[in-house]
Nanobody, 122 residues
Framework: QVQLVESGGGLVQPGGSLRLSCSVS????????IGWFRQAPGKGREGISC????????YYADSVKGRFTISRDKTKSTVYLQMNSLEPEDTAVYYC???????????????WGQGTRVTVAY
């Protein structure tokens, strides 16, 4: 059974950092692209980063480029999203998802985690 579980969200002050984890089971990271998405209140789902299955090619949306870093540990079946220099605009529910295409379009991802909430505020 395919499963993705996010963790690591929470409340952080502007300028702070968080590391999100996406622990996967039921499939290999060698076979699926893993994407990170977020959805802020009242807004659509935004693809912010993804990491390719058969190489370590990565993508970042302009909104997070230079501040967020995606990585994976195949031995732990886990994908990470290191988030630095967080801004109030980064407040959202963050999701990881698995798909077959190296793309930021959420519609191309088949399996989703339940999400973890990130709040950036004083």
């Amino acid at each position: 059974q395919v499963q993705l579980v996010e963790s690591g969200g929470g409340l952080v002050q502007p300028g702070g950092s968080l590391r999100l984890s996406c622990s996967v089971s039921g499939f290999s990271l060698d076979n699926y692209v893993i994407g990170w998405f977020r959805q802020a209140p009242g807004k659509g789902r935004e693809g912010i980063s993804c990491i390719n299955s058969n190489d370590d090619n990565t993508y970042y949306a302009d909104s997070v480029k230079g501040r967020f870093t995606i990585s994976r540990d195949k031995t732990k079946s886990t994908v990470y999203l290191q988030m630095n220099s967080l801004e109030p605009e980064d407040t959202a529910v963050y999701y990881c998802a698995a798909g077959m295409s190296f793309h930021s379009d959420y519609r191309l991802y088949s399996y989703w985690g339940q999400g973890t909430r990130v709040t950036v505020a004083y």
